[in-house]
């Protein structure tokens, strides 16, 4: 009897309290080596994601290309991205739901000695057509190394085909070059800092050459079956990028344990210059100005243009996009 009562006890409190006794709805969500995902991995560790009622299974990834793989088979449900989402988005029938940051994470990087340093424009990009013609490049392909080298060429009237590239994981990439292979290395932070230690030196800024948004991208299953669930995810994603910016020392601790924990070795002023300089991270209200896809839409007509993908992938990007997720999340009707 005593058993029965506190059953039914235990019952009559579920019940009046439910948002105690439901169980979280699951996600299984991508994250890179990045600030943007030190922010999704802080919301996890945190607790965010259950208290909002859902729980975040992250799933770790050196770069975008690996990520469409796992949106196409299936094992993917939410996941930060660059330009490699135009794949996701327009091959495997993924939709961008939210622009999370300015994509500022990867520079194209020369050593001191480089000839290409001895010509620099009137927005501070270094070299030209003549002396980067026939040179080899180093990064990873179908990220935004990738779209930034060939951002960088079509500002200087070259393509691809100009020169040579050679697609590597970035920490390969930079280990290569630190060898002595290639000219030039597109280098992600925290190393693009470490790397300015040494010496080295970016040949522009990639808001110049290759403007572009992060993004958070969404399986369609998930989009139509787990709606309310990818709402609140937004809203935790937010939440802890606004954790970020507004407490540097905070945002510092976090980023400096998950570089560390995605392998990647970063000292406290490469860190420091990330938050305090590059300031990539948006706030849900700041989301909500940028139209939902169009950075994306941009990369696709982009990459469209120099045939490396066609008219109807183009053309699916453009319609796979929804803000309503994104303005459920901050509470607005607006589109």
Excluded at 227 to 255: G, P, R, S
Excluded at 297 to 323: C, G, P, W, Y
Aim: proline residues 4%; contains cysteine.
């Amino acid at each position: 009897m005593k058993k029965l009562i506190g059953l039914l006890l235990a019952l009559s409190l579920c019940l009046s309290f439910g948002a105690f006794c439901e169980t979280p709805v699951t996600l299984d969500v991508g994250v890179l080596a990045s600030y943007y995902s030190a922010a999704i991995y802080y919301a996890d560790k945190m607790g965010y994601d259950t208290e909002e009622g859902v729980d975040f299974l992250l799933q770790e990834f050196a770069s975008g290309a690996p990520m469409n793989e796992s949106f196409a088979v299936g094992e993917l449900e939410l996941a930060d991205m660059g330009p490699a989402a135009v794949h996701a988005v327009g091959k495997f029938d993924a939709f961008v739901i939210a622009q999370n940051a300015k994509q500022v994470a990867v520079n194209l990087m020369v050593k001191p000695d480089s000839p290409l340093l001895a010509v620099q424009d009137e927005n501070g990009v270094y070299g030209s057509a003549e002396l980067v013609k026939g040179m080899t490049f180093l990064g990873p392909s179908g990220t935004y190394a990738h779209y930034l080298i060939i951002g960088y060429l079509n500002y200087l009237g070259l393509t691809i085909d100009d020169v040579n590239y050679v697609s590597a994981q970035y920490p390969q990439a930079s280990a290569a070059f630190e060898l002595g292979d290639g000219d030039i290395c597109a280098m992600q932070n925290p190393n693009v800092y470490d790397a300015k230690q040494k010496g080295y030196v970016s040949l522009g800024d990639p808001a110049v050459v290759a403007p572009m948004y992060e993004n958070l991208v969404c399986a369609r299953s998930a989009c139509e079956g787990k709606t309310e669930a990818v709402v609140k995810a937004l809203k935790v994603i937010y939440c802890a990028q606004e954790d970020f910016i507004n407490d540097e020392a905070l945002a510092a601790k976090w980023l400096k344990e998950y570089y560390a924990h995605m392998g990647y070795s970063a000292s406290d002023e490469a860190i420091m210059d990330e938050i305090q300089n590059q300031k990539p991270l948006l706030t849900l209200a700041e989301a909500v100005q940028v139209p939902v896809g169009e950075s994306l839409i941009d990369t696709a007509v982009f990459m469209q243009n120099l045939d490396m993908i066609d008219q109807e992938q183009t053309d699916v990007v453009k319609q796979n996009k929804r803000s309503d997720l994104l303005y459920a999340a901050a509470g607005s009707d607006a589109e």
